[in-house]
């Protein structure tokens, strides 16, 4: 089962093709309501559907995550692409992202007209279903009700304007994309070597599996709710591999006119095209 938000914040299930309001069959008004009761969720697909999937608008899957948590350099040839000889990271490397810096499945990222340099990065997105903290990585799973997409785009030179954060490089408004759905049937796939690969008008820019992450999903959790409590909703992105566009020489930043996808394995593929922002 697929879990959509659509049509001004209606929530659905979706098989890919056939969406059912969950909205109108279950009266859920928010998609934690979901996220915390699969099966009841997965019940109410029966019957006709109500709507096809190429007739409905989709939304940002979860239009209002209380956190959205963002692993950096967690794929192993991605702390070499830095070349600075250092060690593997002991621990992950972390910053947040807030929700108006994402723009929805088949909607338009922006360049803004302070820097030329967009950057993609595609990543697997960890989606909470159930309240923990201090999570061992043995009970860690259990904590993830579904795993969405993400394109986590940056404005590059906006990253370095402070000597140690990347908050303002990492949050201009409608940037990135996050969709098209959350995957919440995960019994199909090897979370330990599923693959991620971008592409960029239909050249592949990134491509790696979950067995190069130095922190797999199961450590990510148990680190992050150890200083926080993790809520239904919230959204961790997991890294993003090699062959971000800041990595060519010379650099290959978004133009206007640019179609971005980012494809997982076993989830699906969110797709947003690149505009000079109106």
Known sequence: MKLITFNENRIGATDGKAVF????????TDIRH??????????AMTG????????????LPITNPTRIYCIGVNYMNRNEEYKDNSAAPQYPSLFVRNP?????HGQPVDIPPESEQLDYEGEIVLVIGKQGRRISQA????????????NEGTIRDWLRHGKFNVTQGKNWDNTGGIGPWIETDLSHIDVTNMTVETRVNGEVRQFDTTASMAFPFARIIEYVSTFGTLEPGDLIATGTPTGAGARFDPPKWLRAGDVVEVSVQGVGTLSNWVRAEP
């Open 100 to 104: 108006k810096s994402f723009a929805a």
């Open 139 to 150: 009970d860690a799973m259990d904590h993830i009700a579904g795993l969405t997409i993400m």
């Open 34 to 43: 979901a996220l915390t009761d699969l099966p009841r969720a997965a019940a």
């Open 48 to 59: 006709s559907p109500d709507f096809g999937l190429e007739d409905v608008t989709l939304d």
């Open 21 to 28: 309001d969950l909205t109108a069959r279950l009266g859920l």
